[in-house]
């Protein structure tokens, strides 16, 4: 699957006291930054991040220059390329990429003045590396030899190439896909100085209880002390909610904020989140 998507994480509800009225808020301001600490205020993380599968209906290379759009129409490549052009166009934007197997053969093929751009861009933050291997490698089959070997590629390659006095290795591991998951993998994890896991795929009866008791979020003990790592299940799986997909396959409406505009449209969409 090579597309962009959106995880929106609800962090903050409280409604003491009336939502304030986003018709006379200025909305290229956050209105949390406007009236700090208001009870009625609702945090929301958007995270855009990539989930580019390395092989699954295509090969890998099918999948990066985008061929064989009659199986599946989409290109990692064109990913990346955009994800760069926007965030140098504005520093206001931030992105995490995931899979080095596919970033390390873009790098490969950059110019020096782009890949230059491309390490400003991490060293200014705007765009971040997590997990940090060649993939999301499956929990279920694997010895846990492979596993560490291919994230140890993906992680030597991410130093050799970003390295430096103020370089920041991934500290978050990120297995949104993966069929299951294992106290090993959550381990190995914190062996490798992970600070935190986020999966997304369990068991639907787990699901549902944790999700019934607020117990999506916990603290992942496998063993020693230096295994237990902080563990959340993204709560939409790996997709915004629902009518909020802005992926090319989704057909929900786009958010207006053109006051102008009669399609403005952002306090019908804002209840609706």
Same mark, same amino acid.
């Given at each position: 699957l090579a597309v962009l998507c959106l995880v929106v994480v609800l962090t903050v509800v409280a409604a003491d006291e009336p939502d304030i009225d986003i018709n006379h808020a200025d909305i290229d301001v956050p209105t949390r930054e406007k009236v700090p600490g208001h009870k009625g205020t609702i945090t929301v993380h958007v995270v855009p991040h990539t989930h580019d599968d390395v092989g699954w209906l295509k090969t890998v290379d099918q999948y990066y220059y985008g061929s064989q759009d009659d199986i599946y129409k989409g290109g990692v490549q064109y990913i990346i390329d955009t994800v760069i052009e926007q965030l140098v166009k504005d520093p206001k934007k931030k992105f995490i990429?995931? $899979?080095?197997?596919?970033?390390?053969?873009?790098? !490969? $093929? @950059?110019?020096? !003045?782009? %890949? @230059?751009q491309v390490k400003n861009l991490v060293t200014g933050g705007q765009l971040e590396f997590i997990n940090g291997g060649y993939c999301m490698n499956d929990e279920a089959s694997v010895h846990y030899t492979a596993t560490i070997d291919q994230m140890s590629e993906g992680l030597v390659w991410l130093k050799e190439q970003f390295g430096g006095p103020h370089y920041n290795p991934p500290t978050i591991a990120w297995q949104i896909d993966p069929f299951g998951h294992s106290s090993a993998h959550a381990a190995l994890s914190a062996q490798m100085g992970m600070k935190g896991l986020f999966f997304a795929r369990m068991h639907y009866q787990d699901y549902d209880k944790r999700k019934k008791n607020k117990d999506l979020e916990f603290q992942w003990i496998s063993g020693e002390e230096a295994s237990s790592i902080f563990t959340s299940v993204v709560y939409y799986r790996y997709e915004g909610p629902d009518g909020f997909c802005f992926d090319t396959n989704c057909r929900d409406p786009p958010i207006v904020t053109n006051r102008a505009s009669p399609e403005f449209n952002?306090?019908? %969409?804002? !209840?609706?989140l």
């Open positions: 990429y995931v $899979e080095v197997a596919f970033f390390k053969r873009w790098w !490969e $093929e @950059q110019d020096k !003045e782009t %890949r @230059q952002v306090v019908d %969409r804002s !209840e609706l």
